[in-house]
């Protein structure tokens, strides 16, 4: 019988996440696997709902948006009972090697889950807040910032229009990757980071002040949504400036849509690279992307890297921003 491989995709969808479901599935298959999908993440590892799946299990999915595995956050996985059944399923079919595509705390599930047996894990990083430490890019990290784009480009031509102040907030609870990089592409006049302290006064009372006095009526401020609270903000504008600004939350859109070429494109070389972990014997490690090459690290150690948004892109936007 040949080895056996599960994936399964866990915590927030994202676009490209299907591209590397079926990268891990043909790849697989090609090297004589045999791939069985674990629906609804975690909580499907824990209700025994596994699929075998074939290379017409994954024709035409590329690019299309979210998983066709679903996803889930579960609270039973966290407990030692629920993963004790996930280990038991997992037994059962003599799947030796699991491979999980999420953002951290998928990783983390997946460690507690080797730690308690014998399973070897792979993890594959999907968030679309690019906020996963040992990499440099996570998949859908570029589709949710295409999305952003067009919605600022569309955003911004009626605030013209109306020589309004608009206030759009996007998504990175606590990185702001998606805020900053999406402000210098969109032509932001202000951005609020939760990497970066913020001051009303400083932040954008004074800039809006120096627009209008420069006969600029259009103000664009990105706000990433852990990092102020965008009706709050619009109010106390109000208060100060006596104009109006405009909200508008692009929340789950941002999550949707065909993954871009860039996406679909490591989302496929990290699958490949995941199934080449297995067969090269490699336990317990995740796959990512380190200065331009497609890696391994263990998972321990990935899971205690930290990333930061470099000083020169802060100072990018100021300069832009102008």
Known sequence: ?????????????????????RAVVRAGIYYGYE?????????????????????????????????????????????????????????????????????????RGARELSRESSMNVVGIPGTIDNDIGCTDYTIGYDTALNTVRDCIDRIKDTAFSHDRCSIIEVMGHHAGYIALNSAIAGGAEACILPEKPFDLERDIIHPLVACRARGKKLFLIIVSEGAYPSYKLAGEIQERMDITPTV?????IQRGGSPTVRDRLMASLMGV?????????????????????????????????????????????????L
């Open 1 to 21: 019988m040949a080895e056996r491989i599960g994936v399964l995709t866990s915590g927030g969808d994202a676009p490209g996440m299907n591209a590397a479901i």
């Open 248 to 252: 508008s939350i692009l929340g789950y």
């Open 273 to 321: 690279r995941a199934v080449d972990a297995v067969r090269n014997g490699e336990r317990n490690v995740v796959v990512a992307s380190r200065a331009g090459e497609i890696v391994t690290i263990g998972i321990n150690e990935a899971l205690e890297m930290k990333k930061e948004i470099s000083p020169d892109r802060f100072v990018a936007n100021s300069i832009l921003s």
């Open 35 to 107: 791939i069985y999908g674990i629906q609804s993440g975690y909580n499907g590892l824990i209700e025994g709902e596994f699929q075998p799946m074939n290379l017409r299990s994954v024709s035409d999915i590329m690019s299309r948006g979210g998983t066709i595995l679903k996803t889930s956050r579960s609270k039973l996985f966290e407990t030692p009972e629920g993963r004790a059944r996930a280990i038991e399923n997992l037994k059962s079919l003599d799947i030796n090697s699991l491979v999980v595509i999420g953002g951290d705390g998928s990783y």
